[in-house]
């Protein structure tokens, strides 16, 4: 058997793929399945990659990552989150994904647990099986803003991963129940992977760094990315904080395997981490905007929600089997959400709705869910 077997290609792929058939047969597809910003990166970042590229930034990088930009980030990382970090402490990856999946390499042997909480990103779970641990999911609360892990800790347990502000959901957790994990961490033994890549994009509430806790840094592996913060999903930028010898491990699996993330890129990010922030205020505020009206109009509706308070998702409960929600919301009203089964087993009646597209896509799209409601209730009654 293959190592690949383990994992199931992407779950999310069968919708986008149906969506882009139905827009190039010339349907109006209201696409709310995106998982990226539908901004164009800022201008003096391109320029930045241009000009490296120009002046023959074009050499192999150091598989670190250039140290001008692990200064920048480990800078970032002090001033910003309260990390104490120092160039050594950080690795430039191509984005978090590839970030999350050396980590996982790095100190994840076979049988080791790691905790998930459900509904969880989708490739946590293909990070740890390829790695050859065992995914363990913990039900959000009710409310979505905590759960009770300790009782799924093991002898095995070996990690704990925490996503906020939360894909899929949406909610940037408390700071009571990350110090909970922080100190269940610190009680077991645990290493926890705190993926932060939509940390500046939060409305309600504040941004906490479980890295910066007295006594968490050297258990911590802190993941993020210019790819949400800075509209740059293609350009594929990232990198990991942690204590030097995870750090120096996961140098090794990344100078064997894509040997460094591209360098005239990481130029751009130099010039992402220390030039103008005002791209993204702009963006948030826009995303708030659209939070504030997409939620109204779903409330209108009379749906049930986890609170939005970052990224840019909606995670709703449809009243339905969310697989069929959204397929006949595809086919008949030609609007791409991501069924709950996507992020775990126990939400087969949720969907999440990105609203990464204009207020006017989201104007549509309630319109079309209104109409979709409507007709379900006549097929029921
Ligand atoms: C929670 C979370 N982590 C990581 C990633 C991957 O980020 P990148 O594109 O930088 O690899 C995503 C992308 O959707 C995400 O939602």
Sequence with gaps: MSRADLIKPSATMRISERAKQLKNEGKDVVDMG?????????EHIINEACKAMKEGKTNYAPAQGIPELREAIAEKLREENDIPASPENVIVTAGAKYAIYEAMQ????????????EPAWVSYEACILLAGGKPVFVKHSQ?????????????KTKMIVVNSPNNPIGVVYPFQFLKKVADLAVDHDLYILSDEVYEKIIFD???VSIASF??????TITVNAFSKSYAM???????????KSIIDRMRKIQSHSISSPTTFVQYAGIAALKGSQEFVRKMV?????RRDFIVEGLEELGFEFAPPEGAFYIFMNTGMDGDEFSEKF????????TPGSSFGRNYAEWVRLSYATSLDRIREMLRRLESFMREESKVLT
């Design 34 to 42: 995106l998982g990226e910003p539908d901004f164009n990166t800022p």
């Design 330 to 337: 595809l086919e008949k009203y030609h609007v791409a959400v």
């Design 205 to 207: 509430g504040e941004h």
């Design 143 to 155: 409310d979505f803003r905590s759960a009770d892990i300790e009782e799924f800790i093991t002898r």
């Design 233 to 243: 999903t293609g350009w594929r930028l990232g990198y990991a904080v942690a204590e």
């Design 106 to 117: 790095v100190l994840i042997n076979p049988g080791d647990e790691v905790v998930l909480l």
């Design 285 to 289: 505020e826009e995303f708030r905007r």
């Design 214 to 219: 007295d006594g968490l840094f050297d258990r």
